[in-house]
């Protein structure tokens, strides 16, 4: 009985029938928003280059795996002599017929005919906004979709060609009767082999469905609850692919045999076996490189937790996750999972530089805290993370967590065009300049680093300004030049938490007086560049190298100390109302 089931439905939710249209309603209105929002969320072009790079990376590694489970096939005791480098040798020819396929797939899905199922990274629900006006706001996620469908059409045709490969192989087949039954096969493959390249190419594009294991059940979880509870996209706009770039990552790592399907295509053995070793193989391989590497400080992981000794590494052109190419660090962060699998690297070799005394029993603890921050630090975890921040620090987070809920409404596209045209970093502190502060358009004195220097965004710069332009309005990847500047470097080198001591910025009080973003700058620009002047010149002395780390401290510590004094009586000479509003102040505490 339908009805005596909707009856009893709608008493155990206590939700009075005359109700029920104004739920569809306000339901129908959060699919259309959340439809909207996450098209303008990915409306910039440097999301469907960082897509696109992703694919690529992820593409090309799946090659390396295929040879690396041919040579683990052919270990005598360990490989099932299944897998031949013959068949990797056909995987990568199949590329050549899946760019031509995975071409028009790609004009498919841009007009509406795409013939793959379950490629649908950003939306993973229908369509609420149909005709004319639906098509125009959907066209980001369409291209996003028609991307994957590209290049998950190239992994199908390179994964349909190397399975049918090893089936003729395993027949026994040689020359020119093996040629014929891998075109046969690849032209009318049979079900079975269809699926399984599929399954393939929807893994490598991070489309899988989730469920399975303990990772993409919470995520399904998650999924569902955000089905209920629609505003919860606006924090958590994406769950399929973060949770399948992550499980792709892990996979990869020794933290493999805490899933169920790897487990279980270990102990099956034969093929599935050799690919789960070689896969584990070479993603801890890629990650003891990267171990290495950041142990010499050519990669970054997230850096210091202290927010203090972090601003002191960034004035040096430091940047978290990239990695260093002579004098200039490149992000990586936005290439997933490649760039994950870095991090995970990174932060696990770099945990204990930003130990302090009495941590080192808390490794594990430090090392996982690292796992998480890299897995949150990712660019479509923002949402979380800001949420988590603002949730542990309200006072300087909690604005920075609302600005990103008010700022929904602008296009991705918009706001990368306007910090292209003005790089500088404003010191926004209402949600309102904090939102145009992300648009370039923020009319705000411009945040300076200890030094008194503006802060700007790191952009390339090849003197050709159109160029510029269009090399930064799509490049995913974040260039920072290492800042040759021996004040800068010893001051980010000595002030530390295990130094017990770092060095932040000016307070934003003078003389118990709150200054405004005005008076604050003119103050810090005075501090800085006075403290700047003076200790270039005591760091260029020939005896400055030979000085022991306590007393190089003490000597910054002192001149900083001073000319933030000096500083603040030249502001108030600028600012006369700073004098009685510091006595009013006065005069209201002792009341």
Known sequence: DIEGMADKLLNAAAIAPDQIPKLVRASRFMDKFNFVYINLLVSGPQS?????????????????????????????????????????????????????????????EMIDQGTIQGIDKALESTVPIKGTVG?????????????????????????????????????????????????????????????????????????????????????????????????????????????????????????????????????????????????????????LSAAILAEGGYITGAGPRDPNEKARLLETGWQPYSVKIGDKYYQYQRLQPFGMLLGLAADYAQAKDYMVKGEADKAAALITLSASRNLLDATFMSGIRNMLDAMEDLEHSGAKFISSLAAAPVPAIVGQAGRIIDPVVHDARTILENVLNRIGASKEPAKVTLWGEVIKRPLVDTGNKPVDFLINF????????????????????????????????????????????????????????????????????????????????????????????????????????????????????LK
Request: proline share 4%.
């Open 474 to 589: 799509v490049n995913p990847v974040k260039v920072s030049p290492q800042v040759q500047d021996k004040v800068i470097s010893e001051t980010a080198r000595l002030f530390t938490r295990d130094a017990e001591q770092t060095l932040g910025s000016p307070a934003r009080t003078l003389n118990g007086v709150k200054l405004d973003n005005q008076q604050y700058h003119d103050y810090a620009v005075s501090a800085g560049t006075m403290a700047k002047q003076t200790l270039d010149k005591i760091t260029a002395a020939p005896q400055w190298d030979s000085l022991p780390d306590g007393i190089k401290r003490t000597i910054i510590a002192n001149v900083v100390t001073e000319f933030r004094a000096a500083a603040g009586g030249m502001l108030v000479q600028k600012y006369p109302e700073l004098i009685q509003q510091s006595v009013e102040a006065k005069l209201k505490k």
């Open 48 to 108: 469907h280059a960082a897509n696109s790079l992703s694919n690529l990376v992820t593409g090309a590694l799946s090659h390396v795996e295929n040879f690396a489970s041919a040579v683990v096939s052919k270990i005598p005791g360990i490989g099932s002599g299944e897998i031949g480098f013959r068949e990797a040798i056909a995987g990568v020819r199949g590329i050549t017929r899946g760019v031509i396929s995975g071409t028009k797939e790609f004009t498919r």
């Open 135 to 287: 098509e125009i706001i959907g066209t980001p996620v369409k291209l996003l979709r028609a991307e994957d469908a590209f290049f998950a059409t190239v992994n199908h045709s390179s994964e349909l060609e190397r399975l049918a490969t090893r089936q003729a192989v395993k027949q026994g087949l040689t020359g020119d009767g093996l040629r014929q039954a891998v075109m046969s096969a690849v032209s009318q493959p049979s079900e079975e082999l269809a699926q399984a390249a599929w399954d393939s190419a929807r893994y490598t594009t991070f489309n899988k469905q989730l469920g399975g294991d303990w990772l993409t059940e919470g995520a399904n979880s998650v999924l569902g609850w955000l089905n209920k509870v629609p505003q919860g996209r606006l924090i958590i706009p994406f769950v399929r692919t973060p949770a399948n770039i992550a499980k792709y990552a892990l996979e990869r790592t020794p933290a493999a045999l805490s899933f169920a399907d790897v487990r279980a295509a270990i102990a099956a053995g034969g093929a599935s076996r050799d690919q789960a070793i070689a896969r584990i193989g070479i993603g801890s391989g890629i990650g």
